[in-house]
C-alpha cells in the first residue's frame, strides 16, 4: 500500500486523486475503477502531467524521492527517466533519477523569486516525492493557477515527445498559464462515459478533449457510432460543466490510416468528420462555450514521429493550435505572485484541489537550514464518481458565437527550447521492443498499432 507523503503535497500539481494501493499518483479516478476499461486504468498508473510548482529566493531546490521501476516499455526514455526544472520559459536543468530511493538537487536559475518553477517528473520510473527542500534560500508552494484538465488519447498522455516537459500539454500549460490535469490515457480516448463523469465531476476552469483515433483500429466503431458517442460525452460533461470551455481537437492526422477502412467501414477520415460533426451540432444547437479545433489541419506526416505519434515539432505544433485557442476562453492567470512573498514567506492559502484535505493546518515556509519532516499520511479522499463538486470554478464569459478555430500550422513556440548545452546521457534502462513480463507496471503496449 502507497502513503503519499505529507510534505510535498502542497507544491504538487496535475494529481487529482489520491493514493490508491501500489499507484503514488493515480490519473483517472480509482473509486471507480470497476466501471473504467482495463486500458485507461494500464495508462493511468503513470503520473503523466504530475510535477512541482514553486516560487523562492533559494538557490536551489532538493527533491528527495524513490522510484519502483525502470521497464519503459516503447516510449523508452521519452517516458520521463530524470527531473527536469523549468523557469521563466526556459529549461534550467535535468537530473537523471535512479531506481529506488534517491534525491537530486536543482538549480533555479535566479531571476524574481515570485517567478514559478516547474519540476517535472521521471514519469516512466513512476516515482514518490518524498520531500522539497530549499537549498541557499527559501521556497513556498507556487500560486494555484486555473485548472485544465486534458483528456484524450496517447499524444495528450506525452507520446512521443523526447520528455514529459515536451508534451503538448506541458508546453501549452507553460505559455498559457494553467494547472493542467492530464487525462490522456495511450490506446483510449474513445469518449468512455465513465470518463466523462469523471471529467464533469471535478473542479475545472476549462476542459480539452482530444479523441477519436483509437475508435479507428483499436476498438473500431463506425461514423454512426461514433457521431453519438462524441454527442453522448460532451452531454455528461455538460451536465458538471454547464458553462465551462470545453475545446474538443480531433484526430491528428495518421496517413496510413486516412483512407483505410476498419472493421466496421470507417477510416480514419471518416472518424474524424464523425467527431467534428457532432461538435458541429452542438455548436449549431446554443452551446457557445464550445469550440472545435480541427486536428488534420495541425500536423503534417513528418512530424509524426513513427507515423502515428507526434515528435518534439509535432507537439509544439499541437501546443500553438490548441494554446491560441485556450488563450481566448480561460481569464488570465496570475505571472507573478500575490499570494507568496518570500521575503518573510507568508504561509500559502489553502489549495483548493476538489477533494478533502487531511491537513489540519497549511506548512510554514522553508528557510535555509529547514529539513521537512518524513511523516506518512494516509491516503486523501477521493471524489466518487457521479457524484458532483461542489463550487466547480466557472471561467470568465461567454466567448462568443461557437466557430471551429483556425489553426494553420504555426510556428514554433518562442522559449521553449532549452537553456543552453546538451542534455545528460542517459542511463542503461529497458526498452525491450518485445514489452515487458507479464505483470510488470509499465506505460504501453509493445506495439504501437493504437493512438
Not at 470518463?195 to 475508435?215: H, K, R, Y
Request: charged content about 20%; hydrophobic content about 40%.
Amino acid at each position: 500500500m502507497t502513503v503519499r507523503p505529507e510534505q510535498p503535497e502542497p507544491f504538487l500539481r496535475g494529481s487529482a486523486y489520491g493514493a490508491y494501493g501500489d499507484v503514488t499518483y493515480p490519473r483517472a479516478d480509482p473509486t471507480d475503477l470497476a466501471r473504467l476499461p482495463a486500458d485507461i486504468w494500464h495508462a493511468a498508473v503513470v503520473p503523466a502531467g504530475v510535477r512541482l510548482e514553486l516560487v523562492g529566493d533559494a538557490e536551489a531546490v532538493e527533491v528527495a524521492y524513490r522510484t519502483s521501476t525502470s521497464n519503459l516499455g516503447y516510449r523508452g526514455h521519452g517516458a520521463g527517466v530524470g527531473f527536469e526544472l523549468w523557469r521563466n520559459g526556459q529549461r534550467v536543468c535535468t537530473e537523471l533519477a535512479e531506481l529506488g530511493d534517491g534525491s537530486v538537487t536543482l538549480p533555479l536559475g535566479g531571476g524574481p523569486a515570485d517567478r514559478v518553477a516547474i519540476v517535472y517528473l521521471p514519469e516512466g520510473m513512476h516515482p514518490t516525492i518524498v520531500s522539497v527542500t530549499p537549498v541557499g534560500g527559501e521556497i513556498a508552494p507556487a500560486p494555484r493557477r486555473p485548472r485544465w484538465l486534458a483528456y484524450g488519447d496517447a499524444a495528450t498522455q506525452g507520446w512521443l515527445a523526447a520528455s514529459p516537459a515536451q508534451a503538448w500539454t506541458a508546453i501549452a500549460a507553460r505559455k498559457v498559464l494553467l494547472d493542467v490535469v492530464n487525462m490522456g490515457y495511450a490506446g483510449a480516448g474513445r469518449f468512455e462515459i465513465a470518463c466523462g463523469e469523471q471529467l464533469a465531476d471535478l473542479p475545472a476552469s476549462v476542459i480539452t478533449i482530444a479523441g477519436g483515433a483509437n475508435c479507428w483500429g483499436r476498438i473500431a466503431h463506425n461514423v454512426g457510432m461514433v457521431r453519438e458517442q462524441v454527442l453522448a460525452f460532451l452531454e455528461v460533461v455538460r451536465h458538471g460543466h454547464t458553462e465551462t470551455p470545453i475545446v474538443v481537437v480531433s484526430p491528428l492526422v495518421r496517413p496510413d490510416a486516412e483512407a483505410v477502412p476498419n472493421r466496421l467501414g470507417a477510416t480514419m477520415g471518416d472518424v474524424r468528420e464523425a467527431v467534428e460533426s457532432a461538435v458541429e451540432e452542438r455548436m449549431a444547437g446554443g452551446d457557445s462555450f464550445l469550440r472545435l479545433v480541427r486536428g488534420a489541419e495541425i500536423l503534417t506526416a513528418d512530424l509524426l514521429a513513427d507515423g502515428i505519434h507526434p515528435d518534439d515539432e509535432g507537439h509544439k505544433r499541437v501546443a500553438a493550435a490548441v494554446g491560441k485557442v485556450l488563450a481566448q476562453v480561460v481569464p488570465s492567470a496570475p505571472t507573478r505572485s500575490e499570494v507568496v512573498r518570500v521575503e518573510g514567506v507568508r504561509p500559502p492559502r489553502p489549495i483548493d484541489t476538489g477533494q478533502a484535505s487531511t491537513a489540519a493546518t497549511p506548512p510554514p515556509p522553508m528557510g535555509r537550514s529547514d529539513r521537512p519532516p518524513q511523516r506518512p499520511r494516509s491516503n486523501r479522499p477521493v471524489p466518487v464518481a457521479g457524484t458532483p463538486v461542489a463550487g466547480t470554478p466557472v471561467a470568465g464569459t461567454p466567448v462568443g458565437p461557437a466557430s471551429p478555430v483556425d489553426v494553420t500550422p504555426a510556428t514554433t513556440p518562442a522559449g521553449d527550447g532549452p537553456a543552453g548545452g546538451r542534455p545528460a546521457p542517459v542511463p542503461e534502462i529497458s526498452t525491450d521492443p518485445d514489452g515487458p513480463a507479464a505483470g510488470s507496471p509499465v506505460d504501453t503496449p509493445a506495439v504501437p498499432t493504437s493512438a
